[in-house]
């Protein structure tokens, strides 16, 4: 050993040892306590990770639903012109068939009317 150091004979060991012993049990309870908090703040941590990676997906979820709805709301507008253009055509065919029904009835009265003057004659 160095000059500058100090040689421990027995007795200084067995009050060591007895300093130890009544610490001990503190430092056990203090560094399990530690432990405990590290290990609370790693659980809290992966339960923060965890919900961030839900809300993630939430968003990713929510994002691809207006998509989809903004698809729906397209293809009714589609929809919606199709059956625009049906009504138009069923209005024109009215139109017609009004022409005709008015056509027909014209001719069916100038037939009737001949007819009946043919018939006076």
Same mark, same amino acid.
């Given at each position: 050993?160095?000059?500058?150091?100090m040689?421990?004979?027995?007795?200084d060991? =067995?009050?060591?040892?007895?300093? @130890? /012993?009544? %610490?001990?049990p503190q430092?056990? !309870?203090?560094?399990s306590?530690q432990s405990a #908090?590290n290990w609370l703040?790693g659980?809290?941590?992966?339960?923060?990770?965890?919900v961030?990676r839900? =809300?993630?997906?939430?968003?990713s @979820? /929510?994002? %691809?639903m207006?998509?989809?709805f !903004?698809?729906?709301?397209r293809?009714?507008? #589609?929809?919606?012109k199709?059956?625009?253009?049906?009504?138009?055509?069923f209005?024109?065919?009215?139109k017609?068939f009004t022409s005709?029904?008015?056509l027909?009835?014209?001719m069916?009265?100038l037939?009737m009317a001949?007819n009946t003057a043919? #018939?006076?004659?």
């Open positions: 050993m160095s000059e500058g150091a040689a421990l004979g027995e007795k060991l =067995e009050r060591i040892g007895e300093y @130890i /012993e009544s %610490r001990l430092w056990i !309870e203090k560094i306590h #908090q703040f659980a809290d941590r992966a339960l923060f990770e965890r961030v839900i =809300e993630d997906q939430l968003v @979820i /929510e994002r %691809r207006d998509e989809r !903004e698809q729906f709301e293809r009714f507008e #589609q929809i919606d199709r059956f625009e253009q049906i009504d138009k055509r209005e024109d065919m009215n017609r005709t029904q008015w027909i009835g014209i069916v009265t037939f001949l043919i #018939q006076l004659m």
